[in-house]
């Protein structure tokens, strides 16, 4: 059958299982675009091709499929080169197809010619530039295969137009990938198995860290075998939130920077950690020198180049981890960590007196407060938040309590702000019968805020908790703590979110008060379509615990507690920053 090369990218798109795709034309994809409308293909116009990345990247997240973007040449390519990195950083196989000017004219600063192959090299796992309509179909479904495979990841694809416009015959069967990209078959030894097995049996105060992987790989219930069996608590990263239910009883919360204390006390006072689908990332550890000294490391990771880079594995298990866990399940004895538990649970009463749940309400309206009310309002039910970046996100992380797996997506590797309103709108594509919400700061929704267009036109009916503190109150924290409170370039102000709401045709609120928080949120659960809440929070507030950056982990600034109120806690600044 010949077709052009155009038909063959949406015939191989839709051989793939695409359904949705985030894009925005132009002249170079403009065949492309042509060919799409005879496909079962339905498209997202967004409003900035950064915005079609994340929309990809929410999608992929909230489903674990691979979600596709497309952006013409020049500014378009280069528009995505923000979520392409975020992708990169967290693990997303999204897949971005590009038009590139005609091969001839390749070389000669043609208009919009960008070597968007060259920009994106290290931000990609692989990426083509296809110049010939016979090239089209392997690359699409290597593309695809290398998104997904092993460790996942973005995968970019620049196509020229010469290349959409021509034609020649389209075999599907022939152009199977020509190498293998799935994972080489598991490197689990028995020995390296039974290493581990005699470490896990042996502890008497480990640790599991669960992690991203935990998702990408599947392995929620493995997991939870393994950990009940072993008796072992369960600490999770940012990105592993989800992984293993907030409500279990062995369920110690997050660890690292913004952790809780009892969680990076328990880490640091541990003889075992196993490390499951995580990376040790500088927010994770602290000080690497004074990392959990006492403890011995088993990292079980599909990626080798993950093993040993932060952190000495004394056991390196290479494999995917849902695999190794049910290969480790069958030869762990059966465990009893009781008296371990009781000592990580004894320091969890300091932290209770000291959170701001339980102080006293003195009338002021504080993030944590509506973060754990929206909790409140939509536990049990199929919920995805998606968070920007900056104080609300780690307040996110502590109060709103996750029990199932790709309920929480946010921007950790790369902390791209402008993340979450589009990855908002991806993830209720992949999932439309699932409540999404946003939580963003007010000066991340002011980076992406046009995507709230895209929402309207297609009727994706997200809805947007902005917490509003008028500052870009993460960088204003870090002024505050190690630049004498000199607020430079952080007080923020913004239009007046309510009328901006009304201005793109949907509801907005404003709430400035506690009372307001539950009857705003519950108006925004009734309505259809998408809906903005401004929550106007105290300005000055402070995302406690905090691990200044290269600090040993258990160095943490405590929220002053009750009796603590008057005096600040020493406060260090490393060179590591
Ligand atoms: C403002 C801010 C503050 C932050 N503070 C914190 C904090 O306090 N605590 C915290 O934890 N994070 C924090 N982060 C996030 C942090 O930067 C990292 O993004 C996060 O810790 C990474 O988590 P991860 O290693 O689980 O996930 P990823 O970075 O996604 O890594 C996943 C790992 O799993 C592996 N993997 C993938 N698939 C499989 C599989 N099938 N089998 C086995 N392994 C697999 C991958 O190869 C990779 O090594 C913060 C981010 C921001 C922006
Ligand atoms: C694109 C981008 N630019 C800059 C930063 C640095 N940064 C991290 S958090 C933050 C402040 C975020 O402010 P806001 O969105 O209002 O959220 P808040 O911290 O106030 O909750 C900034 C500027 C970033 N992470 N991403
Ligand atoms: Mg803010």
């Not at 030869?331 to 538990?341: C, E, M, P, Q, S």
């Not at 997200?462 to 505050?480: D, S």
Request: with cysteine; aromatic share 6%; charged share 20%.
């Amino acid at each position: 059958m010949k077709l052009t090369g155009a038909q063959i990218l949406w015939e191989c798109l839709v051989r793939e299982g695409v359904t949705e795709i985030f894009g925005y034309p132009g002249g170079a994809i403009l065949p492309a675009y042509d060919a799409m409308l005879d496909y079962p293909i339905r498209h997202t116009l967004v409003r900035h091709e950064q915005g079609a990345t994340h929309m990809a990247d929410g999608y992929a997240r909230a489903s674990g499929r691979v979600g596709v973007a497309i952006a013409t040449s020049g500014p378009g390519a280069t528009n995505m080169v923000t979520g392409i990195a975020t992708a990169m950083m967290d693990s997303s196989p999204i897949v971005c197809i590009t038009g590139q000017v005609g091969s001839r004219l390749i070389g000669t600063d043609a208009f919009q010619e960008i070597d968007i192959t060259g920009i994106t090299l290290p931000v990609t796992k692989h990426n083509y530039l296809v110049t010939s309509p016979d090239e089209i179909a392997r690359t699409v479904r290597e593309a695809f295969a290398i998104a997904q495979s092993g460790r996942p990841g973005p995968v970019l694809i620049d196509l020229t137009k010469d290349a959409q416009q021509a034609s020649c015959e389209f075999d599907w069967d022939g152009a199977a990938p020509r190498r293998s990209l799935r994972p080489d078959a598991p490197l689990l030894s028995r020995e390296s198995l039974a290493e581990a097995a005699a470490l896990i049996d042996a502890a008497e105060r480990p640790v599991i860290l669960a992690g991203h992987g935990v998702m990408i790989s599947g392995a929620e219930r493995a997991l939870r075998d393994f950990a009940e069996r072993a008796h072992v608590p369960v600490a999770t990263t940012l990105l592993g939130i989800g992984g293993f239910p907030a409500s279990h009883p062995l369920n110690l919360g997050m660890m690292g920077m913004h952790g809780e204390a009892w969680v990076n006390v328990a880490i640091q006072e541990a003889d075992l950690l196993v490390a499951c689908g995580m990376r040790f990332d500088d927010r994770v550890t602290g000080s690497l020198k004074t990392y959990a000294p006492r403890a011995k490391k088993i990292h079980i990771e599909i990626d080798p180049s993950e093993i040993n880079k932060n952190v000495h594995a004394d056991v390196a298990l290479v494999a995917d981890l849902r695999h190794a866990l049910e290969r480790l399940l069958p030869v762990i004895a059966n465990g009893d960590r009781t008296a371990w538990l009781a000592s990580i649970d004894a320091s969890r009463g300091d932290s209770a007196v000291r959170d701001i749940q339980s102080l006293p309400d003195d009338g002021h309206l504080y993030a944590a407060h509506v973060i754990n009310d929206l909790w409140r309002a939509t536990r049990g039910g199929d919920t995805i938040i998606v968070t920007d970046v900056g104080q609300h996100q780690m307040w996110e992380a502590q109060y709103y309590h996750h029990d199932e797996p790709r309920s929480l997506i946010t921007s950790g590797g790369l902390g791209t702000m402008g993340f979450a309103v589009p990855a908002a709108i991806g993830a209720k594509r992949a999932r439309p019968d699932a409540e999404v919400w946003a939580i963003v700061g007010d000066g991340g929704f002011q980076m992406t805020m046009c995507e709230l267009a895209t929402a309207v036109q297609d009727g994706i009916a997200i809805k947007v908790a902005i917490i509003n503190n008028g500052f870009l109150g993460m960088v204003r924290q870090w002024q505050e703590f190690f630049y004498e409170r000199r607020y430079a370039a952080t007080p923020l102000s913004g239009p007046n979110f309510v009328k901006l709401a009304e201005a793109f045709g949907i509801r907005g609120h404003a709430v400035t008060a506690r009372a307001g928080v539950l009857p705003a949120i519950d108006d925004a659960r009734r309505r259809d379509g998408p809906v903005v809440i401004d929550f106007r929070v105290e300005q000055e507030d402070t995302v406690y615990p905090m691990v200044p950056a290269g600090a040993a982990l258990h160095a943490m600034i405590r929220r002053p507690g009750p009796s603590l109120a008057e005096g600040r806690n020493p406060i260090v600044e490393t060179a590591a920053d």
